[in-house]
């Protein structure tokens, strides 16, 4: 088999390989464009090695195919979806195409942070047990479940990655190459190391040493070789968690030991088992202490029970238009090529073709910022246009400081109060939201409303009605006399059938639903 490639390459005729994501013991993660479908995925590309021979290869894609149909049954929203998984046929290459995630592996959570608190631990093992009880009531059985495989979307929400992929390649310890033993066989259960039977069990076992290492921040065992790790999952009694690291609660540690039975037998029941020993760690919704800043908090969605709603993409005339200016005629060619950019790009903001709509604004921003000056009406609306394209490609830590800093050149071109500055704090203020920033996101909204002279305007009582979800999500006690105030302006402004009010009202019944009082 010819090697997996170093540079970017055409998989399949239509997976355009962009860049390299990671690479791990069985191959290569690449962020990929499919030209057919036009939207990004990810691409896992195994490596060459791990099939031996011709014959080995033909049978091994009858198999691929038969576990990648499995694996696309897991309709859940904690496992990327699979999208295609077959041999490329000229390269030779085994392949299978998945849903782009954006988010961080616990692998390199725990190389940044080290052991982590105790309510993130249990929120990530909760929502692994979600994905591992849809998994094994089909029955399917991970194999390979390991903090590389365990991904932490911006959201919070957790992903499950490489379902069927260990099935596939066959990977127990007969054979997984020798690089492959430190990133596979920390994780892997006495039964598989003995060739003794794969059951959902087992996947309960590897997520005991998940637990375990994301508690203390060591791993259950660290073997020099498979030989070694092999003797210890199978003969060893673990550390316990409360040995190194006293500040865990009992009931905590004793669920992890019990994951880490030799026995199977000895173990949980089931991956629902599990989630029911978790609750009492998880937080409240209620509870909005703070947890680490950085990546996305997995304890996000048990504090936050509201989904927010993603705001639609707004039309082309949707954004106040500038005055125009005086200016040089050396200036008109840039201007045009601004208008003739800002013209393809949202054709294909249309067609949601948004890193295309970027590159094709950035290629004239660029030379149109060297020489036209900041405040420029038509540089400043490519600007807006360029911000808005990436905070609705899904690229919200990007977007948020060209929209703070859009807000502060519109409001020294046109003044603080001119509506276009309004629309860019508003911006930025929703690029919290979607980061999950959620005090920086309510103290961004506040000013604005500060800031604005008529909280009836139709502007503000949109603002309102974010600030409104947002408070509701966060388990504010404000939020239900927000969100009354604000229906009773969306039905003095628009009359009590209007989609908004109707939708602030539906947030009342629910937010009166979940008071204890």
Same mark, same amino acid.
């Given at each position: 088999?010819?090697? $997996? %490639?170093?540079?970017?390459?055409?998989? *399949?005729?239509?997976?355009?390989?962009?860049?390299?994501?990671?690479?791990?013991?069985?191959?290569?993660?690449?962020?990929?464009?499919?030209?057919?479908?036009?939207?990004?995925?990810?691409?896992k590309l195994i490596k060459p090695?791990?099939?031996?021979t011709i014959t080995d290869r033909?049978? @091994?894609? #009858?198999?691929?195919?038969?576990?990648?149909?499995?694996?696309?049954? @897991?309709?859940?929203?904690?496992? %990327?979806?699979?999208?295609?998984?077959?041999?490329?046929?000229?390269?030779?290459?085994?392949?299978?195409?998945?849903? @782009?995630?954006?988010?961080?592996?616990?692998?390199?959570?725990?190389?940044?942070?080290?052991?982590?608190?105790?309510?993130?631990?249990?929120? $990530?093992?909760?929502?692994?047990?979600?994905?591992?009880?849809?998994?094994?009531?089909?029955?399917?059985?991970?194999?390979?479940?390991?903090? *590389?495989?365990?991904?932490?979307?911006? &959201?919070?929400?957790?992903?499950?990655?490489?379902?069927?992929?260990?099935?596939?390649?066959?990977?127990?310890?007969?054979?997984?190459?020798?690089?492959?033993?430190? *990133?596979?066989?920390?994780?892997?259960?006495?039964?598989?190391? @003995?060739?003794?039977?794969?059951?959902?069990?087992?996947?309960?076992?590897?997520?005991?040493?998940?637990?375990?290492?994301?508690?203390?921040?060591?791993?259950?065992? &660290?073997?020099?070789?498979?030989?070694?790790?092999?003797?210890?999952?199978?003969?060893?009694?673990?550390?316990?968690?409360?040995?190194?690291?006293?500040?865990?609660?009992?009931?905590?540690?004793?669920?992890?030991?019990?994951?880490?039975?030799?026995? !199977?037998?000895?173990?949980?029941?089931?991956?629902?088992?599990?989630?029911?020993?978790?609750?009492?760690?998880?937080?409240?919704?209620?509870?909005?202490? !703070?947890?680490?800043?950085?990546?996305?908090?997995?304890?996000? %969605?048990?504090?936050h029970p509201f989904a927010l709603?993603?705001?639609?993409?707004?039309?082309?005339?949707?954004?106040?238009?500038?005055?125009?200016?005086?200016?040089?005629?050396?200036?008109? *060619?840039? #201007?045009?090529?601004?208008?003739?950019?800002?013209?393809?790009?949202?054709?294909?903001?249309?067609?949601?073709?948004?890193?295309?709509?970027?590159?094709?604004?950035?290629?004239?921003?660029?030379?149109?910022?060297? #020489?036209?000056?900041?405040?420029?009406?038509?540089?400043?609306?490519?600007?807006?246009?360029? =911000?808005?394209?990436?905070?609705?490609?899904?690229?919200?830590?990007?977007?948020?400081?060209?929209?703070?800093?859009? =807000?502060?050149?519109?409001?020294?071109?046109?003044?603080?109060?001119?509506?276009?500055?309004?629309?860019?704090?508003?911006?930025?203020?929703?690029?919290?939201?979607?980061?999950?920033?959620?005090?920086? =996101?309510? =103290?961004?909204?506040?000013?604005?409303?500060?800031?604005?002279?008529?909280?009836?305007?139709?502007?503000?009582?949109?603002?309102?009605?974010?600030?409104?979800? $947002?408070?509701?999500?966060?388990?504010?006690?404000?939020?239900?006399?927000?969100?009354?105030?604000?229906?009773?302006?969306?039905?003095?402004?628009?009359?009590?059938?209007?989609?908004?009010?109707?939708? #602030?009202?539906?947030?009342?019944?629910?937010?009166?639903?979940?008071?204890?009082?």
């Amino acid at each position: 088999m010819t090697a $997996i %490639p170093t540079e970017p390459t055409v998989i *399949g005729g239509r997976y355009e390989l962009t860049h390299l994501i990671k690479s791990g013991g069985m191959g290569q993660v690449w962020s990929a464009y499919d030209t057919t479908l036009d939207r990004p995925v990810a691409v896992k590309l195994i490596k060459p090695e791990l099939i031996e021979t011709i014959t080995d290869r033909e049978a @091994l894609t #009858v198999r691929f195919r038969r576990e990648a149909r499995v694996t696309a049954r @897991l309709d859940h929203p904690g496992v %990327p979806t699979v999208y295609d998984a077959l041999i490329d046929a000229d390269a030779e290459q085994l392949y299978m195409v998945m849903q @782009l995630v954006s988010g961080t592996d616990l692998r390199d959570l725990l190389k940044l942070r080290g052991r982590l608190p105790v309510e993130w631990v249990a929120a $990530i093992a909760a929502q692994v047990c979600s994905v591992l009880a849809h998994a094994h009531a089909l029955p399917v059985v991970h194999r390979d479940l390991k903090p *590389g495989n365990i991904m932490i979307a911006e &959201d919070g929400t957790v992903k499950v990655c490489d379902f069927g992929i260990a099935a596939i390649l066959l990977t127990d310890a007969t054979r997984v190459t020798a690089d492959q033993a430190p *990133g596979t066989y920390n994780y892997m259960s006495p039964e598989q190391f @003995l060739a003794s039977g794969v059951s959902p069990r087992s996947d309960l076992y590897s997520l005991g040493c998940v637990m375990h290492e994301l508690l203390t921040g060591d791993k259950v065992f &660290d073997g020099t070789n498979q030989f070694v790790l092999m003797r210890q999952h199978s003969d060893e009694p673990p550390i316990p968690v409360g040995d190194l690291a006293p500040a865990v609660p009992e009931g905590l540690g004793a669920l992890v030991a019990r994951l880490l039975a030799k026995s !199977p037998q000895d173990r949980p029941e089931s991956a629902r088992e599990v989630h029911e020993r978790l609750t009492p760690f998880l937080p409240r919704a209620s509870d909005s202490r !703070p947890g680490p800043t950085g990546d996305g908090d997995p304890t996000s %969605p048990f504090r936050h029970p509201f989904a927010l709603r993603k705001t639609p993409l707004p039309p082309e005339g949707a954004l106040p238009a500038l005055p125009p200016a005086k200016r040089p005629v050396a200036f008109e *060619g840039f #201007v045009a090529d601004l208008a003739q950019a800002q013209e393809h790009a949202w054709q294909l903001v249309e067609d949601e073709r948004f890193s295309q709509a970027l590159g094709v604004l950035a290629e004239a921003l660029e030379p149109a910022e060297q #020489v036209m000056s900041h405040d420029e009406p038509e540089l400043l609306d490519a600007r807006r246009m360029y =911000a808005v394209t990436m905070l609705f490609g899904g690229d919200a830590r990007g977007a948020l400081p060209k929209f703070t800093m859009l =807000a502060a050149d519109l409001a020294e071109a046109y003044g603080p109060d001119d509506e276009a500055v309004y629309v860019m704090r508003l911006s930025a203020a929703q690029c919290h939201v979607r980061l999950g920033d959620v005090p920086e =996101a309510v =103290a961004a909204y506040r000013e604005v409303l500060r800031d604005l002279p008529d909280h009836r305007a139709p502007l503000a009582l949109e603002a309102r009605r974010h600030l409104g979800v $947002i408070l509701a999500s966060s388990g504010d006690p404000t939020a239900s006399a927000e969100a009354r105030s604000l229906h009773a302006d969306l039905v003095a402004a628009h009359g009590p059938d209007d989609p908004r009010a109707a939708e #602030v009202a539906d947030l009342i019944s629910r937010l009166d639903d979940n008071d204890p009082s």
